[in-house]
């Protein structure tokens, strides 16, 4: 695809970015009870993030997602279920009418549409945009040096606590503006919201959330028979 | 009168008649030096001229636009990589507001919005370049039922999650865009192996366009000033460790070039006279004639110049070693003629007569020598090489006149009343060796026919190969800015190799168009077959006015209002905003405008902004007269071997288009043969000529003989130094041996010729050994000073000379002294 017709890649990162935060965003859990939060409470919330996902780097849920974009008038919903482990392996399956399968064993992601039988692939890896950007948002997710690369804030809310991330480098912050989470007192991600420089916004609601075990065989992909796959950044 | 007498008595007797000649001559000189000069400081002068990849080279040098164009570099460490991905934007924004900057390319224009942009702006005119079934092809998404299908399917994968519609929506919303770019972005696809962030991210590549005025080496000079205080500067906004910024680029490698011409001339020259001084008042002890030796090279230097001047108009940078190679030839006439003269006096004869006396009898040596070694330089011409053309002619012209100097200025500078000289060692130990070879020549003959053998074996053994340095490096000037940063970022960059160069002017542009439909079909089916690698060309830009009129006409027949409703009711049916298709409806109006007659045909350069990033890719392709165009091959390998050129050179062309392949690393591979040509023919010419003059100078074949012996020793053991030091030939310093031909004959000429006529052993050999010797020490010095200069063709050419004339020197001593001894032992015994 891009060598038969050029793309802009900085927009295909961006809404390979919406997906990756709204999966890896489940993985963040509260532990500390105040409000605002001080930035000696935030880093307490944080370690204590590190060793949740430590202890269980399994996650699934089912979630709703809204998002409204510059191109259509309305909205575009959809909702299915999602699989993540840390650090980067993920799997999201679109229900309805317009169903599609996204997965990631960390090298590389696939997009299934079962609707047309094609397939995208992108190679994750290979120090392009694509990789870095996704690096950059897992390792913010994971709360591995999340301080370096992003503003965090955070406040206690009525049920749970809302969490800031507002991207510190030039790089980051074309791919988001901003990026909330809320977290139920479960300690358990209920509602994210990303805001986009365009102005793009996609908001994410979990439910059913567990920590059970992931059997590895989700987050691998082969498309089915008579599957046209395209590559959009090439090989 | 002989002319030796007639030289002594104007000498002694009209001193100020000959002073007033010399200022005469000077002035003369000096006012065409002032008036004329001017230096080319290209470096593919310096290569034949007649072969069409360099040619091809100079075109590319010349009349594109990256004659103006720099390349920076930032380097880190690789624990501030994320620091230099924040940095860059800033670091290009910071260029791009210097004075002498126009364009900056930072990264991939598809990557920013303007790129974007941009190229949506060139769309209409190359929609219309489409081959007319494709055009027709494409329009076909203009039809309702299609329109609405495609505008389905994409709202369709945007729910299902996909990433893809969104972009393909906003780049190109109607659905033309993506055609009428497909033959520009697959005729690029080379560049896409060109990234400007090394994959360990520690280096970022920007380039630059600079507003350099011509491609001069004072205009490079300037803009490099400029540069290299931007990069003094502190890095603002940078907060890791240590940053280096690194330059390179035409107008950086013409700057370090024009500037170390200065330290070359200074370091070789100095070190020239410096040497071959200090030879000269060992051997001699006086230093009124080593002043009136150095006044007669420097005036033989400063004629050889002036007529250069007035020859060639403009000279190249590599006739800067042109004085000191002069000063380490002529110096050995002023050795021989004084020394002669010297043993004249001390034979108690007086001032004038001893002038008669040295130009008597070394005045024929000197004029032979001077003839074969002018000679030598002189078959330069044949090499092809403007640079090497003119360095043969100055020097043949300078030698001549040093030989002519030294028979006559010389003697301006010589008191009529000196000293003998009380104690000559060297003259001693010369002449102890010279009785003891000459009453036992068998024992220094075989010792030094035996090493000579041997290290001719090794020389001339296919068994030790020669190491052949063709690539571009071997040419570039040592210590250059320029090129280590060009080695660092290549270094750094992932691994690929220099493209073949195709340079292609066509007469109109139908024909531009024509002709590079043609090469990129053919180009396809080579790679097809894997014959090449890759390729990119110009075809797609290049629009063809017979295409986009056929197009145009099939405008007509469209029904642009019947599209725009189609368009507004998918949009509406869809969901999708109206406002967001706003190019979409641009596209279809300007479309539209096309099928007036009276509208001009679109061009894209009138769309693509000036400083779009954009350009920097147009640039490689189009010369500043758009007619003048380049592609670009990539070889399954790098080229290195003259049989890579071969393949490459007969499957590359296309019938009736006449292309010019270039490139750096294919024009070195073209002209290997041409090196080895002008190691083994023209050397063997050089020596033919050699021989035949010997012949006629000493009419004693015995004599001939070993003196031809004696040039194939001494070339067999250069070749074996070479060897075994591990210098290797390179395109130019092949042309080494048969200068070492040329001046190592004149030293086998002064032994043979006094041997011949001999008559006091002690006397007259002894006396001309003795300044044989000297000569060949400064000559090795005079050469070797270029061993300093930065320029490496000037370099390599004087060390590979200089060991040359170092073993000419020693054969000539150690094996024609004693064979001319075995074989006319009487001549010195009945001395």
């Known amino acids: 695809m891009y060598k038969t017709a050029p793309v802009p890649l900085r927009l295909i990162i961006r809404s390979l970015t919406y997906g990756v935060l709204a999966f890896t965003s489940l993985f963040v859990s509260a532990a500390l009870s105040a409000e605002p939060l001080t930035p000696l409470d935030l880093k307490g919330l944080l370690g204590h993030i590190r060793e949740k996902r430590n202890a269980a780097p399994n996650v699934q849920a089912d979630f709703h997602e809204e998002k409204v974009i510059r191109l259509m008038n309305k909205p575009i919903v959809s909702s299915g279920k999602i699989w993540f482990q840390a650090p980067s392996k993920f799997r999201r399956e679109v229900a309805g009418s317009s169903s599609s399968v996204m997965v990631s064993d960390g090298q590389q992601l696939w997009i299934y549409y079962p609707n047309f039988k094609s397939a995208e692939h992108y190679s994750l890896g290979k120090h392009s945009p694509v990789d870095a950007a996704m690096a950059a948002i897992n390792t913010a997710l994971n709360l591995e040096n999340v301080e370096g690369t992003f503003h965090i804030t955070g406040a206690k809310a009525p049920h749970g606590y809302d969490l800031e991330l507002l991207p510190r480098g030039p790089s980051m912050k074309r791919l988001f503006q901003s990026f909330h989470l809320h977290i139920n007192d479960d300690l358990l991600a209920e509602r994210t919201e990303m805001l986009q420089p365009n102005g793009d916004r996609i908001v994410t609601s979990y439910s059913n959330q567990t920590r059970a075990s992931i059997p590895a065989s989700l987050f691998q992909f082969i498309p089915p028979v008579g599957t046209d796959v395209s590559t959009p950044l090439g090989k | ?831």
């Open chain 2, 1 to 831: 009168m002989r002319i030796s007498d007639l030289i002594a008595r104007v000498l002694t007797e009209r001193r100020g008649t000959v002073w007033s000649v010399v200022i005469v001559l000077v002035a003369a000189c000096l006012t065409v030096l002032i008036t004329r000069m001017a230096l080319d400081s290209d470096i593919i002068n310096m290569l034949p001229g007649k072969f069409s990849s360099v040619q091809g080279l100079k075109v590319y040098n010349s009349d594109f636009e990256q004659t103006r164009e720099l390349t920076f570099a930032l380097v880190c460490h690789p624990e501030d990589a994320d620091k230099l991905e924040e940095f860059a934007p800033g670091f290009a924004e910071v260029l791009r507001n210097q004075p002498w900057c126009e364009r900056v390319l930072a990264g991939s224009p598809m990557e920013t919005p303007e790129g974007v942009h941009d190229l949506q702006s060139m769309a209409l005119p190359l929609l219309l370049n489409l081959d007319s079934p494709v055009f027709t092809h494409a329009l076909e998404v203009l039809q309702p039922a299609k329109m609405r299908e495609r505008l389905h399917h994409l709202h369709e994968q945007i729910a299902a999650g996909s990433p893809r519609p969104q972009f393909e929506l906003e780049f190109d919303p109607l659905g033309l865009i993506a055609p009428a770019m497909k033959p520009f972005a697959e005729g690029n696809a080379i560049q896409e192996d060109q990234p400007l962030t090394s994959p360990d991210r520690t280096m970022r590549v920007f380039l630059v366009v600079t507003n350099q005025q011509s491609a001069s080496a004072f205009d490079s000079q300037k803009l490099m000033r400029q540069a290299n205080e931007f990069r003094a500067r502190p890095l603002q906004g940078w907060e890791g460790g240590p940053l280096q910024v690194l330059i390179t680029g035409r107008s950086a490698y013409v700057s370090d070039i024009s500037l170390s011409m200065r330290y070359d001339v200074v370091a070789t020259l100095l070190g020239s006279m410096l040497l071959v001084g200090a030879i000269f008042f060992v051997g001699f002890q006086r230093w009124l004639p080593l002043l009136g030796m150095g006044f007669a090279l420097l005036l033989a230097c400063l004629v050889g110049l002036a007529i250069g001047l007035l020859i060639f108009g403009r000279l190249n940078m590599a006739t800067i070693g042109f004085s000191s190679i002069l000063v380490g030839l002529g110096v050995d006439f002023a050795i021989l003629i004084f020394g002669r003269y010297q043993q004249a006096r001390g034979d108690g004869e007086s001032h004038r007569d001893a002038i008669a006396t040295s130009v008597a009898k070394l005045g024929r040596a000197v004029f032979f020598g001077a003839l074969t070694t002018a000679v030598g330089f002189l078959a330069l011409v044949l090499s092809g090489s403007l640079g090497f053309t003119q360095l043969g002619v100055l020097i043949a012209i300078g030698i001549l006149f040093a030989g002519l100097f030294m028979c006559t200025i010389l003697f301006l500078f010589v008191r009529e009343r000196q000293t003998v000289m009380r104690h000559d060692w060297l003259f001693g130990l010369v002449k102890r060796y010279v009785c003891w070879s000459v009453q036992r020549p068998k024992p220094v003959l075989i010792f030094s026919t035996l090493l000579l053998v041997g290290l001719c074996a090794i020389g001339f053994s296919p068994l030790f190969a020669l190491p052949f340095d063709a690539s571009a490096r071997s040419l570039e000037p040592k210590n250059s800015q320029a090129s280590q940063a060009l080695a660092a970022i290549m270094h750094k960059m992932p691994t690929r190799w220099e493209p073949v160069l195709a340079i292609l002017r066509a007469h109109d542009p139908q024909q531009l168009h024509d002709q590079w439909r043609k090469i990129a079909d053919h180009w396809a089916e080579l790679q097809r077959a894997g014959k090449i690698k890759g390729f990119s060309t110009p075809a797609a830009l290049a629009l063809s006015p017979a295409i986009m009129q056929s197009n145009r006409a099939q405008l007509s027949g469209l029904d642009f209002a019947g599209v725009r409703s189609a368009l507004d009711q998918s949009l509406e049916a869809e969901g999708f905003s109206r406002e967001s298709f706003k190019p979409a409806f641009a596209l279809l109006t300007d479309l539209e405008s096309m099928r007036d007659p009276a509208v001009p045909m679109p061009h894209w350069r009138d769309h693509l902004p000036k400083t779009s990033s954009w350009w920097f890719l147009i640039d490689r392709y189009f010369a500043r007269d758009p007619l003048l165009t380049s592609g670009f091959v990539t070889s399954n390998a790098p080229i290195a071997t003259h049989a890579s050129y071969e393949s490459l050179s007969q499957q590359l062309p296309v019938a009736e288009v006449p292309v010019v392949f270039s490139g750096w690393s294919y024009s070195l591979a073209n002209l290997l043969p041409w090196s080895q040509h002008q190691l083994i023919l023209i050397s063997a010419l050089m020596a033919i000529f050699d021989a035949v003059l010997l012949a006629l100078l000493y009419r004693d074949w015995r004599l001939w003989v070993i003196q031809e012996i004696t040039l194939i020793f001494a070339v067999g053991a250069m070749l074996a130094s070479m060897k075994l030091l591990h210098i290797p030939l390179n395109l130019l310093n092949v042309l080494a041996f048969r200068l070492v031909l040329a001046i190592g004959v004149d030293y086998g000429i002064y032994i043979i010729l006094i041997w011949q006529k001999a008559h006091d052993l002690e006397h007259d050999v002894a006396g001309v050994v003795k300044p044989v010797f000297l000569a060949g020490l400064t000559a090795v010095s005079g050469f070797g000073s270029l061993g300093l200069a930065h320029n490496p063709s000037l370099s390599g050419l004087g060390i590979a000379c200089a060991i040359g004339i170092f073993w000419s020197l020693v054969a000539t001593l150690f094996f024609t002294l004693p064979a001319a001894a075995l074989t006319e032992p009487k001549t010195w015994r009945q001395a």
